[in-house]
């Protein structure tokens, strides 16, 4: 009687540590994710923001190149 208890306990027991297992790989791979979602999330912060910059600095661009001055400007350095 006593070795059936023991094998029943040791496959429990067994089982019990493949859970643990199981469950502590499963969480490993969970905080990877959780990881790369949040320096994805950084990244495309970063980059909306640099978007921004570049749009601003279009902007000024085509109001400098669409000023009358600038164009008074450039068709004087071209004369002769």
């Known amino acids: 009687m006593n070795i059936?208890?023991?094998i029943i306990m040791i496959i429990f027991g067994a089982e019990l540590v493949r859970k643990f297992l199981q469950h502590r790989r499963e969480m490993r791979e969970l905080a990877y994710k959780h990881e790369q979602?949040?320096?994805?999330?950084?990244?495309q912060s970063r980059l909306k923001e640099?978007?921004?910059q570049l749009k601003a600095r279009v902007e000024v661009l085509e109001a400098i190149v669409t000023d009358k001055k600038y164009t008074l400007s450039?068709?004087?350095d071209n004369l002769p």
């Open 37 to 43: 979602a949040v320096k994805e999330n950084d990244e």
């Open 4 to 6: 059936a208890i023991a």
């Open 74 to 76: 450039q068709d004087i």
């Open 50 to 52: 640099e978007v921004a």
